[in-house]
C-alpha cells in the first residue's frame, strides 16, 4: 500500500495530499481481493517450488538458536554463556554440522571440477573482456592522440615556415633597406615561389609541398572549368604565343610539376619518423633557430630562453 | 586408580566370596563355588566330580590367582577335559574350534594383553578386522576376571544388534556353552541371558539403559567397548559416563576396543592409558584412482564391475553403493549386462546379490554362496558380486572379496537443530571409511579397491574420520537419559567430541515441552516415566498420557508399529498390487490408523491362522509385524510396571479414532504442519519448511492439519507417515507450544487465532444456554 502512495504522489507538486486516508470503496477491496487471491492461487511452477523450499531450507538453517531458547535458558543456569562451546574441554564443535543435499549422481570431486573448470573460464574470460577493453580504449586513446599531434605538427609546421620567412624577410630587409616594402614583399614573395622545393627546411617541406599540391588542384580545376576540353597542361602546339602570355600560361607549372612528382628521400625519411619525433624536431628547431617556444607560444629575445620551463609540452603544464 | 588394586584384592575376594555364600543360584557351579573352604575335591558333597581324577587334578580356575594369571595358566584350562566354566566335558566341536582360534593375531600377544589388563584399569585395545579381537579378548577377560567367581559380569558392547546376537552365538559355540546360559546377549526388547551369564554382548545402547538403574554398573567386573572407532551415541554417551565410573568404582576395568589405528584419541581421552595393538590377518591391497571425477557414480561403479569380470582374475566383488533402490537397480543391470557378456564375450559366470539392513535375513544369508562353477568344466571361473550398502563396510565380513569398487558414498544420518530434522542423506565418505573399505578386498588375498574419484578428491574432498553419531543426531532422547543417571551439568559434561550448544538446546526445549524437564532443567516426574521407555520421548510421552484418552491399548500397538521397520513390502515388480493390497487397510484421516489396522487384522483370527501366508499376500513384512508384535509385549510389561492402565475406547463408539489421534498428538505436537493455501504443499509449525506429504501416503488431500512421524530430507521435502488433526486439539492438548504469542505474523498464526475465537464462541454459546 506504502508503494502504491508513493507512486500516486510522484506527480504531485504537494508535499501532503489531503486526499490520502481515502477509504477504499467495496470495489476497490473486491478487485483488491481477487488479486490477492490471484497471486495466492496461481499454482507454482515445480522449479519455483523447489527454489521457495530451497531458500525457505537456507533462511532456516542460516539462523542460529538464540537466548530466547528454553533451552538456552537452562543452560545458561550451568554457566553457558552465547558463543561457548560444551563440554570439559575447549575446542569444540560451536556450530551444527552442515547439511549438504546431493541432487544428482555426480562422483567425489565432480562438482569441484566443475566450480574450477567455471572459475577458469570466467576467470579466462573476464581477463578477454579486459584486454579487449584495455586495448580498445588504448588504441582509441594512441589514435586521438596522434590526431593531436598531427595538428600540432601541422601548427608547428606553420609558426616555424612564418619564423623562417620572417627571420629572411630580416635579413632582406637589412640588405636593401631603401627599397619599398610592397616590392620587398613582392620579391620576397616570388623569390619564394619560385624556390625548389628541396632547399625548403624538410622540417616543413611537407606543409609547403601540400600547399602547392593544394594550389595545382585548385588550378586545375578552375582551368578545367576554363579551358572546358582541356587539360590546363594541354600544348596546343598552334596556340599563338601571345594568347598564351594572355591567358597568363606560363610554363612555370612543369617544374611544379617536376618537383612535385620528384622523389623526396629526405622529406619520405621525415615523415616516416613518429609523429612525437617529428613534433620534438620542429620544436627544437624553432627553439634553436628563432628562439621561440611553441609552447609558451613566444619568441624569446635570446638563446637563454628565460622563462620558458622546457622543451617537452609536458613541462608546460 | 589402578595401584590400588592389589592391596584391595584380598579384601575384593573375601568379600565376594561371602557373597557367593550366599544360595543365590549360583551353586549350580558345584565345581567353583564350593571353594570357599577350600579345594573342592575335598569337599565330600563333590566328591563324585572328582573320584575318576585321581592325582592329577585339572587345573581349576579358582586356583589362580586372580588378576595374577598368565597365558599358560589359561591354555591349559582351556585344553580340558572339562569346561573350565560349566565342569562338563569339553566336545570334540571344541577342540577344532580352539585350534583355528589359538591361530588368530591375538592369541600370539595374548601374554602382553594379560599384562597390560592387569596393570591398568584402562586400556586401549587396537585390533584390526581379522584379528579376532570381539571373539577372543572377552574371553581371555573371563580366564582372567573369573567374574562369576565375584558374582559380577563381563559385558562387551556391540553397536549393532546383529552383531551382538551372532557374535553372542559363536562365542557361546567357541566356549562350549549354551547361548543365553554362560554366554548371554542382551538387546532392544529382546534379553538372551540367565542368571548363569558371565559373558554378556549387548548393544551399547542397552548398556546404556542399564546405568539409568545402576549408576556404577556394579554388575560388572569389566566393560569392553567394543568397534569404539564408530563412535556411535550410545558409545560416546557410555565413554563419557564410564570416565566417570572409573573413578568412583577403582574395581572396574574398562577396555576400549577399536579397528582403526587412530586410536591415540582414546588414549588422550583416558588420560593416557595404555595401548596394544595388534596387527590383523590382511594383504596388501592395490589402490586405484580414476584419471577424472566421474559424472554419474553409479553408472562408472557398474561399468568399473563388469571391467572387472571381463579382464580380471578369479575372485568376488565388493561394491558400496548408498540405498535399497539404489542397489536393486544396480544389481538388475550388472545382471543384465553380465548375460550379455557371457552371450557374446564367452564371459564367466557372474552372480549378483544384493545387500541391505531391510532385506530379510534369508536373503541377506545368499551373499556367503559360494561363487558359482564355470559354465563348462574348464571354463572361465565364475564369480559373485555383492552390490552392498556400508554395512559390508565393517560388521559384515565376507570371504573370497578380492576387488572392492568404491564410489565414495555413503547414506548417513543427519541431524540440524535448526530446522530440527533428522534424516538419512548420501554423504562423501571420510577418508578412514575409504581405507576401510579397501582392506575388505584383502581379507583373502592381496586384492584391489577401484575408487571411482582421483587422487587429489581423496586427499582434498574427504574428511578424515567420519562424523560421530553425537553431532548428527537429535539428542533429546539422549539428554533425558542423562538426566536419568544423575548427570545435571549436561553444559560441561565431558565428551570426547562435544556436540553444537544449539543440538543441546533445542533437545531441552523438546523436552520442556513435553513436559518431562521442568524449566529449571530438572527432571519431571512424567520425564522420570518417560525415561523408563526405550523409546523416543515424543513416543513415551505419547504412551504415557495415552491412558487420559481412553485408547492405552491402541497407542501400545502404535508405538510398536513406530519402532518397527517398515510394515509394508512393495517389490518394484508388483506396486500395483502391492498399493491395491495397501488400500484395504486404509484409513482416510491417515497413515497411523492404517498402521493400526494392519496390525489388528493381523491378531486377527484369520491372519492368525497362517500368519506368514496371509502376510505375503497382503504384502506385509511378517518380520517387522512379529517383531512389533515382541516390542509391544515388551512395552506392555513397563506400562504395568509403571502402573500405566491399558484401555480401549469401545469401537463402536464414534470416537475411537478420534481419541487415538488426540493421543497421537500429545506426542507429536511438535510435529505438525498446516495446508499452505490451497494446493498440496504443507508448511511445518514454527520451522516454516515448506513439505510434501510423501507419496506412500493414504491420507487425502482435503485434511489442514497433520501431525507427522519423519521429516525427509531428500531433493524435495516430505512428511512420512501423517495423520489428520484438528487445531483446536492442539491447542487444548499443547496450550504451551501453541501459545499464539510465540508464533510470528503468518497463516499458521491467522489460523489458530480463528481457531481460538471459535472455541470462544462456541463457550459463550454453552454459557448462554445454561
Given at each position: 500500500m506504502g508503494n502504491s502512495d508513493e507512486e500516486d504522489d510522484y506527480m504531485s507538486m504537494f508535499i501532503a495530499e489531503p486526499t490520502k486516508p481515502q477509504q477504499e470503496t467495496s470495489i476497490q477491496r473486491r478487485a483488491r481481493k481477487e488479486r490477492e487471491a490471484e497471486i495466492r492461487?496461481?499454482?507454482?511452477?515445480?522449479?519455483?517450488?523447489?527454489?521457495?523450499?530451497?531458500?525457505?531450507?537456507?533462511?532456516?538453517?542460516?539462523?542460529?538458536?538464540?537466548?530466547?531458547?528454553?533451552?538456552?535458558?537452562?543452560?545458561?543456569?550451568?554457566?553457558?554463556?552465547?558463543?561457548?562451546?560444551?563440554?570439559?574441554?575447549?575446542?569444540?564443535?560451536?556450530?551444527?554440522?552442515?547439511?549438504?543435499?546431493?541432487?544428482?549422481?555426480?562422483?567425489?570431486?565432480?562438482?569441484?571440477?566443475?566450480?574450477?573448470?567455471?572459475?577458469?573460464?570466467?576467470?579466462?574470460?573476464?581477463?578477454?573482456?579486459?584486454?579487449?577493453?584495455?586495448?580498445?580504449?588504448?588504441?582509441?586513446?594512441?589514435?586521438?592522440?596522434?590526431?593531436?599531434?598531427?595538428?600540432?605538427?601541422?601548427?608547428?609546421?606553420?609558426?616555424?615556415?612564418?619564423?623562417?620567412?620572417?627571420?629572411?624577410?630580416?635579413?632582406?630587409?637589412?640588405?636593401?633597406?631603401?627599397?619599398?616594402?610592397?616590392?620587398?614583399?613582392?620579391?620576397?614573395?616570388?623569390?619564394?615561389?619560385?624556390?625548389?622545393?628541396?632547399?625548403?627546411?624538410?622540417?616543413?617541406?611537407?606543409?609547403?609541398?601540400?600547399?602547392?599540391?593544394?594550389?595545382?588542384?585548385?588550378?586545375?580545376?578552375?582551368?578545367?572549368?576554363?579551358?572546358?576540353?582541356?587539360l590546363p597542361t594541354y600544348e596546343d602546339p598552334d596556340e599563338d604565343e601571345n594568347y598564351r602570355l594572355a591567358l597568363g600560361k606560363e610554363n612555370k607549372w612543369s617544374s611544379l610539376e617536376e618537383e612535385l612528382e620528384e622523389e623526396d628521400p629526405e622529406l619520405d625519411e621525415f615523415n616516416g619518423l613518429p609523429s612525437d619525433q617529428r613534433l620534438g624536431r620542429l620544436v627544437l628547431y624553432m627553439r634553436d633557430t628563432h628562439h621561440y617556444c611553441f609552447w609558451c607560444k613566444y619568441q624569446y629575445p635570446d638563446g637563454s630562453m628565460d622563462g620558458c620551463p622546457g622543451t617537452t609540452e609536458d613541462d608546460h603544464d | 586408580m589402578a595401584d590400588r588394586r592389589p592391596d584391595l584384592e584380598d579384601n575384593y575376594r573375601v568379600k565376594r566370596q561371602k557373597v557367593v555364600e550366599e544360595p543365590l543360584g549360583k551353586m549350580r557351579q558345584n565345581g567353583f563355588v564350593a571353594d570357599v573352604k577350600g579345594d573342592p575335591s575335598k569337599n565330600p558333597y563333590l566328591a563324585h566330580h572328582y573320584q575318576n581324577e585321581a592325582s592329577s587334578s585339572p587345573p581349576q580356575l579358582q586356583n589362580n590367582k586372580r588378576?595374577?594369571?598368565?597365558?599358560?595358566?589359561?591354555?591349559?584350562?582351556?585344553?580340558?577335559?572339562?569346561?573350565?566354566?560349566?565342569?562338563?566335558?569339553?566336545?570334540?566341536?571344541?577342540?577344532?574350534?580352539?585350534?583355528?582360534?589359538?591361530?588368530?593375531?591375538?592369541?600370539?600377544?595374548?601374554?602382553?594383553?594379560?599384562?597390560?589388563?592387569?596393570?591398568?584399569?584402562?586400556?586401549?585395545?587396537?585390533?584390526?578386522?581379522?584379528?579376532?579381537?570381539?571373539?577372543?579378548?572377552?574371553?581371555?577377560?573371563?580366564?582372567?576376571?573369573?567374574?562369576?567367581?565375584?558374582?559380577?559380569?563381563?559385558?562387551?558392547?556391540?553397536?549393532?544388534?546383529?552383531?551382538?546376537?551372532?557374535?553372542?552365538?559363536?562365542?557361546?559355540?567357541?566356549?562350549?556353552?549354551?547361548?543365553?546360559?554362560?554366554?548371554?546377549?542382551?538387546?532392544?526388547?529382546?534379553?538372551?541371558?540367565?542368571?548363569?551369564?558371565?559373558?554378556?554382548?549387548?548393544?551399547?545402547?542397552?548398556?546404556?539403559?542399564?546405568?539409568?538403574?545402576?549408576?556404577?554398573?556394579?554388575?560388572?567386573?569389566?566393560?569392553?567397548?567394543?568397534?569404539?572407532?564408530?563412535?556411535?551415541?550410545?558409545?560416546?554417551?557410555?565413554?563419557?559416563?564410564?570416565?566417570?565410573?572409573?573413578?568412583?568404582?577403582?574395581?572396574?576395568?574398562?577396555?576400549?576396543?577399536?579397528?582403526?589405528?587412530?586410536?591415540?584419541?582414546?588414549?588422550?581421552?583416558?588420560?593416557?592409558?595404555?595401548?596394544?595393538?595388534?596387527?590383523?590377518?590382511?594383504?596388501?591391497?592395490?589402490?586405484?584412482?580414476?584419471?577424472?571425477?566421474?559424472?554419474?557414480?553409479?553408472?562408472a561403479a557398474i561399468r568399473t564391475v563388469l571391467q572387472i569380470h571381463a579382464s580380471e582374475p578369479e575372485g568376488d566383488i565388493l561394491l558400496f553403493l548408498t540405498g535399497e533402490e539404489e542397489i536393486e537397480d544396480a544389481c538388475r543391470k550388472i545382471s543384465l549386462e553380465a548375460d550379455e557378456m557371457i552371450r557374446e564375450a564367452d564371459a564367466g559366470p557372474l552372480k549378483v546379490y544384493p545387500l541391505y539392513g531391510t532385506l530379510p535375513p534369508q536373503q541377506q544369508q545368499r551373499i556367503f554362496d559360494p561363487a558359482p562353477p564355470p559354465r563348462t568344466p574348464g571354463g572361465r571361473p565364475g564369480r559373485k558380486c555383492i552390490v552392498s550398502t556400508n554395512i559390508a563396510e565393517t560388521s559384515l565380513t565376507i570371504d573370497g572379496i578380492v576387488y572392492v569398487v568404491d564410489p565414495g558414498f555413503s547414506k548417513q544420518k543427519v541431524y540440524n537443530p535448526r530446522i530440527r530434522v533428522e534424516s538419512l542423506l548420501v554423504s562423501p565418505i571420510s577418508k578412514a571409511s575409504a581405507q576401510q573399505r579397501a582392506g575388505r578386498a584383502g581379507r583373502t588375498r592381496p586384492g584391489k579397491c577401484f575408487r571411482l574419484y582421483t587422487e587429489g578428491a581423496f586427499k582434498k574432498e574427504l574428511i578424515e574420520q567420519t562424523y560421530p553419531e553425537i553431532l548428527r543426531s537429535n539428542l533429546a532422547s539422549t539428554v533425558l537419559e542423562l538426566k536419568k543417571l544423575g548427570i545435571d551439568d549436561l553444559v560441561h559434561f565431558d565428551l570426547m567430541d562435544p556436540p553444537a550448544p544449539e543440538t543441546l538446546m533445542r533437545a531441552l526445549e523438546e523436552l520442556n515441552y513435553l513436559a518431562c524437564l521442568d524449566d529449571e532443567?530438572?527432571?519431571?516426574?512424567?520425564?522420570?516415566?518417560?525415561?523408563?521407555?526405550?523409546?523416543?520421548?515424543?513416543?513415551?510421552?505419547?504412551?504415557?498420557?495415552?491412558?487420559?484418552?481412553?485408547?492405552?491399548?491402541?497407542?501400545?500397538?502404535?508405538?510398536?508399529?513406530?519402532?518397527?521397520?517398515?510394515?509394508?513390502?512393495?517389490?518394484?515388480?508388483?506396486?500395483?498390487?502391492?498399493?491395491?493390497?495397501?488400500?484395504?487397510?486404509?484409513?482416510?484421516?491417515?497413515?497411523?490408523?492404517?498402521?493400526?489396522?494392519?496390525?489388528?487384522?493381523?491378531?486377527?483370527?484369520?491372519?492368525?491362522?497362517?500368519?506368514?501366508?496371509?502376510?505375503?499376500?497382503?504384502?506385509?513384512?511378517?518380520?517387522?509385524?512379529?517383531?512389533?508384535?515382541?516390542?509391544?509385549?515388551?512395552?506392555?510389561?513397563?506400562?504395568?510396571?509403571?502402573?500405566?492402565?491399558?484401555?480401549?475406547?469401545?469401537?463402536?463408539?464414534?470416537?475411537y479414532y478420534e481419541n487415538i489421534r488426540r493421543a497421537l498428538v500429545s506426542g507429536f505436537f511438535m510435529q505438525v504442519a498446516k495446508r499452505d493455501g490451497s494446493?498440496?504443499?504443507?508448511?511445518?509449525?514454527?520451522?516454516?519448511?515448506?513439505?510434501?506429504?510423501?507419496?506412500?501416503?493414504?491420507?487425502?488431500?482435503?485434511?489442514?492439519?497433520?501431525?507427522?512421524?519423519?521429516?525427509?530430507?531428500?531433493?524435495?521435502?516430505?512428511?512420512?507417515?501423517?495423520?489428520?488433526?484438528?487445531?483446536?486439539?492442539?491447542?487444548?492438548?499443547?496450550?504451551?507450544?501453541?501459545?499464539?504469542?510465540?508464533?510470528?505474523?503468518?497463516?499458521?498464526?491467522?489460523?489458530?487465532?480463528?481457531?481460538?475465537?471459535?472455541?470462544?464462541?462456541?463457550?459463550?454459546?454453552?454459557?448462554?444456554?445454561?
Open positions: 492461487g496461481r499454482v507454482k511452477s515445480k522449479a519455483e517450488k523447489q527454489a521457495d523450499e530451497a531458500a525457505a531450507r537456507e533462511a532456516a538453517l542460516a539462523k542460529s538458536l538464540d537466548s530466547s531458547n528454553k533451552g538456552f535458558k537452562m543452560m545458561e543456569k550451568l554457566g553457558f554463556k552465547p558463543g561457548d562451546t560444551l563440554g570439559a574441554t575447549k575446542h569444540a564443535r560451536a556450530e551444527p554440522i552442515h547439511l549438504v543435499i546431493k541432487e544428482d549422481r555426480g562422483g567425489i570431486g565432480l562438482d569441484t571440477e566443475k566450480k574450477r573448470k567455471f572459475r577458469e573460464q570466467v576467470e579466462h574470460e573476464a581477463k578477454r573482456v579486459k584486454a579487449d577493453e584495455g586495448e580498445y580504449r588504448e588504441r582509441i586513446r594512441l589514435e586521438r592522440e596522434e590526431k593531436r599531434r598531427e595538428g600540432q605538427i601541422l601548427n608547428a609546421q606553420k609558426v616555424a615556415e612564418r619564423l623562417d620567412n620572417e627571420a629572411k624577410d630580416v635579413a632582406v630587409l637589412g640588405e636593401v633597406s631603401n627599397t619599398e616594402p610592397e616590392a620587398q614583399g613582392k620579391s620576397s614573395d616570388t623569390q619564394r615561389a619560385s624556390e625548389p622545393s628541396q632547399s625548403i627546411n624538410v622540417l616543413w617541406r611537407g606543409l609547403v609541398r601540400r600547399r602547392l599540391e593544394k594550389e595545382r588542384e585548385r588550378r586545375m580545376r578552375y582551368d578545367l572549368t576554363q579551358s572546358l576540353s582541356r | 588378576h595374577a594369571t598368565t597365558s599358560k595358566d589359561a591354555e591349559l584350562m582351556e585344553n580340558g577335559p572339562l569346561n573350565a566354566f560349566t565342569g562338563k566335558p569339553l566336545s570334540q566341536q571344541y577342540m577344532s574350534i580352539l585350534k583355528t582360534r589359538r591361530d588368530l593375531p591375538v592369541h600370539a600377544q595374548r601374554d602382553e594383553f594379560l599384562q597390560l589388563y592387569q596393570k591398568s584399569q584402562i586400556l586401549v585395545f587396537v585390533g584390526e578386522t581379522g584379528s579376532g579381537k570381539t571373539t577372543q579378548i572377552p574371553q581371555f577377560v573371563l580366564f582372567d576376571d573369573v567374574p562369576h567367581l565375584h558374582n559380577q559380569m563381563v559385558a562387551c558392547t556391540q553397536p549393532r544388534r546383529v552383531a551382538a546376537m551372532s557374535v553372542a552365538q559363536r562365542v557361546a559355540q567357541e566356549m562350549d556353552v549354551t547361548l543365553g546360559e554362560e554366554v548371554g546377549y542382551s538387546i532392544r526388547f529382546e534379553d538372551k541371558t540367565s542368571p548363569k551369564t558371565m559373558l554378556k554382548y549387548m548393544t551399547d545402547g542397552m548398556l546404556l539403559r542399564e546405568a539409568m538403574h545402576d549408576n556404577d554398573l556394579s554388575r560388572y567386573s569389566t566393560i569392553i567397548l567394543d568397534e569404539a572407532h564408530e563412535r556411535t551415541l550410545a558409545t560416546d554417551i557410555l565413554m563419557g559416563l564410564l570416565k566417570e565410573v572409573v573413578l568412583r568404582r577403582p574395581d572396574l576395568k574398562l577396555i576400549i576396543m577399536s579397528a582403526t589405528l587412530d586410536a591415540t584419541k582414546f588414549q588422550r581421552y583416558f588420560h593416557d592409558a595404555p595401548l596394544l595393538a595388534v596387527p590383523g590377518r590382511t594383504h596388501p591391497v592395490e589402490i586405484f584412482y580414476t584419471p577424472e571425477p566421474e559424472r554419474d557414480y553409479v553408472e532443567g530438572d527432571l519431571t516426574t512424567l520425564g522420570r516415566l518417560a525415561s523408563e521407555f526405550p523409546l523416543d520421548p515424543a513416543l513415551a510421552v505419547m504412551l504415557i498420557s495415552s491412558p487420559e484418552f481412553y485408547c492405552s491399548n491402541e497407542i501400545l500397538s502404535l508405538t510398536a508399529l513406530l519402532s518397527v521397520p517398515q510394515l509394508f513390502v512393495r517389490p518394484a515388480s508388483q506396486r500395483k498390487r502391492a498399493d491395491e493390497m495397501k488400500d484395504l487397510f486404509a484409513h482416510p484421516d491417515g497413515d497411523h490408523l492404517t498402521m493400526l489396522n494392519v496390525y489388528h487384522a493381523f491378531k486377527g483370527d484369520e491372519a492368525q491362522k497362517n500368519p506368514k501366508q496371509w502376510c505375503h499376500d497382503h504384502f506385509l513384512s511378517f518380520r517387522a509385524l512379529t517383531q512389533a508384535d515382541n516390542v509391544r509385549l515388551q512395552l506392555k510389561r513397563i506400562m504395568e510396571r509403571s502402573e500405566l492402565e491399558l484401555m480401549s475406547t469401545s469401537f463402536e463408539d464414534k470416537k494446493g498440496k504443499t504443507y508448511v511445518t509449525v514454527k520451522d516454516d519448511q515448506s513439505v510434501l506429504l510423501h507419496p506412500s501416503t493414504v491420507l487425502g488431500q482435503d485434511s489442514e492439519w497433520v501431525v507427522y512421524n519423519e521429516f525427509v530430507l531428500t531433493t524435495k521435502n516430505y512428511i512420512r507417515t501423517v495423520t489428520a488433526v484438528k487445531p483446536e486439539w492442539l491447542l487444548d492438548i499443547a496450550p504451551t507450544y501453541y501459545d499464539i504469542d510465540s508464533f510470528k505474523k503468518g497463516e499458521i498464526r491467522t489460523a489458530l487465532q480463528r481457531t481460538i475465537d471459535k472455541i470462544r464462541r462456541k463457550e459463550a454459546i454453552k454459557g448462554g444456554r445454561k
